[in-house]
């Protein structure tokens, strides 16, 4: 039984259901069954309904076939359409009577055509698109989060664009424009012969970290690998460290 197609997904009491077709026949595999009947085990659960009833090995109601699974490739059986009733019947369970019902009606509409069957390829293209759309969405809530938490303006808005970016392909909130050159205050101390330490005590004696003398930015620590605020100076600081030095 080779070249199964898959043509139509659905949940059924959070259990993912696959329905595969090859010349007009519907199947499922047991272990689905198992776990919409709510086995514990789900295979075994349904062997042991065929090992007691072996006239569900005939191919009008299941056949054995070799599928692949994240374990690997590995035996399967697939029950076809009146196989799925039986082993439904057979579990005389409340659940089996409504998933029977369930199933009925979309094999139905699948063969009458008022049911959109999704070929493998488009469900995978489908699967796929659905995860990355996913992944995205976690990746521009992270960055709204990080936004939420700084006090720098400018952060916020490089945060508020990626997280665009990320969702609609572009940047539709634009990027913060950089119009003032900046220094460090290892830089600064560099100019005029003194230890950024040096700086850092002189702008806090003095008042110097305001918005007339530089800007609040994040940079990666000198002394780990996280993220931290550091204070860099506009030209016009350069002239005020060299009257305070």
């Given at each position: 039984?080779n070249?199964?197609?898959?043509?139509?997904?659905?949940n059924?009491?959070d259990v993912?259901?696959?329905?595969?077709s090859?010349?007009n026949?519907v199947?499922m595999?047991?272990e689905?069954?198992?776990?919409v009947l709510g086995?514990q085990?789900?295979?075994?659960?349904i062997n042991?309904?065929?090992?007691?009833?072996?006239?569900?090995?005939?191919k009008?109601f299941?056949?054995?076939?070799k599928?692949?699974?994240?374990?690997?490739?590995?035996?399967?059986?697939?029950?076809?359409e009146?196989?799925i009733y039986?082993?439904?019947?057979?579990?005389k369970?409340e659940?089996?009577?409504?998933f029977?019902?369930v199933?009925?009606?979309?094999?139905k509409?699948?063969?009458?055509g008022?049911?959109k069957?999704?070929?493998?390829?488009?469900y995978q293209?489908?699967?796929a698109?659905?995860?990355?759309n996913?992944?995205?969405?976690?990746?521009?809530?992270v960055?709204?989060?990080?936004a939420e938490?700084t006090?720098?303006?400018?952060f916020?808005q490089v945060c508020?664009?990626y997280?665009?970016?990320?969702?609609?392909?572009?940047?539709?909130?634009?990027l913060?424009?950089v119009?003032?050159?900046?220094?460090?205050?290892t830089?600064?101390?560099?100019m005029l012969?003194?230890s950024a330490?040096?700086?850092g005590?002189?702008?806090?004696?003095y008042?110097?970290?305001t918005?007339?003398y530089?800007k609040?930015?994040?940079?990666?620590?000198?002394?780990?690998?996280?993220e931290v605020e550091?204070?860099r100076?506009?030209?016009?600081a350069i002239?005020k460290?060299?009257?305070?030095?």
């Amino acid at each position: 039984m080779n070249n199964l197609e898959l043509v139509k997904s659905f949940n059924f009491n959070d259990v993912k259901c696959d329905i595969y077709s090859k010349d007009n026949e519907v199947f499922m595999t047991g272990e689905q069954l198992g776990k919409v009947l709510g086995y514990q085990y789900a295979r075994e659960g349904i062997n042991k309904i065929v090992s007691r009833n072996e006239y569900l090995k005939d191919k009008e109601f299941s056949a054995e076939v070799k599928m692949t699974s994240p374990s690997g490739i590995q035996n399967t059986r697939l029950f076809t359409e009146d196989g799925i009733y039986e082993i439904t019947m057979l579990s005389k369970t409340e659940t089996g009577k409504k998933f029977r019902k369930v199933v009925r009606g979309i094999i139905k509409s699948l063969r009458k055509g008022e049911n959109k069957i999704i070929r493998t390829s488009e469900y995978q293209r489908l699967t796929a698109e659905a995860k990355l759309n996913n992944s995205k969405a976690r990746m521009a809530s992270v960055l709204m989060k990080l936004a939420e938490k700084t006090q720098i303006p400018e952060f916020k808005q490089v945060c508020c664009s990626y997280a665009s970016a990320v969702i609609a392909g572009k940047p539709i909130i634009p990027l913060p424009e950089v119009n003032k050159k900046t220094y460090s205050a290892t830089e600064i101390g560099d100019m005029l012969g003194v230890s950024a330490n040096k700086i850092g005590k002189i702008a806090n004696q003095y008042n110097i970290k305001t918005e007339e003398y530089g800007k609040k930015f994040y940079d990666k620590s000198r002394y780990s690998n996280k993220e931290v605020e550091t204070f860099r100076y506009y030209d016009n600081a350069i002239q005020k460290f060299k009257e305070l030095v």
